[in-house]
Nanobody, 126 residues
Framework: QVQLVESGGGLVQAGGSLRLSCAAS????????MGWFRQAPGKEREFVAA????????YYADSVKGRFTISRDNAKNTVYLQMNSLKPEETAVYYC???????????????????WGQGTQVTVSS
């Protein structure tokens, strides 16, 4: 059973930074793709970033390129999302997700992912 546990959310002022963590357990994740999504109240869940665990290749939504960085720590089975220059409109619950094939292509789509964490709240004040 795969478990994903997010942490690191909180309240930050606009322009500030946060680092989210996603601790993964239950399997070996070397062949997975890990993703971060976010969902604001009344809105659909949207893609933020993804990383191929084995190769380290990364993917980003256009809205976060240059400000957010996704990374992984193999030894800790943990994926991180470093978020800089945060904006109030990025207030949302941030979710970690795992895709077990490691090769699916539509990584911005929620249906490509097999497991989800419970989410962590990020609030950016203006």
């Amino acid at each position: 059973q795969v478990q994903l546990v997010e942490s690191g959310g909180g309240l930050v002022q606009a322009g500030g930074s946060l680092r989210l963590s996603c601790a993964a357990s239950g399997r070996t994740f070397s062949g997975y793709t890990m993703g971060w999504f976010r969902q604001a109240p009344g809105k659909e869940r949207e893609f933020v970033a993804a990383i191929r665990w084995s190769s380290g290749i990364t993917y980003y939504a256009d809205s976060v390129k240059g400000r957010f960085t996704i990374s992984r720590d193999n030894a800790k089975n943990t994926v991180y999302l470093q978020m800089n220059s945060l904006k109030p409109e990025e207030t949302a619950v941030y979710y970690c997700a795992a895709e077990v094939d490691g090769s699916r292509r539509n990584l911005s789509k929620t249906y490509e992912y097999d497991y989800w964490g419970q989410g962590t709240q990020v609030t950016v004040s203006s």
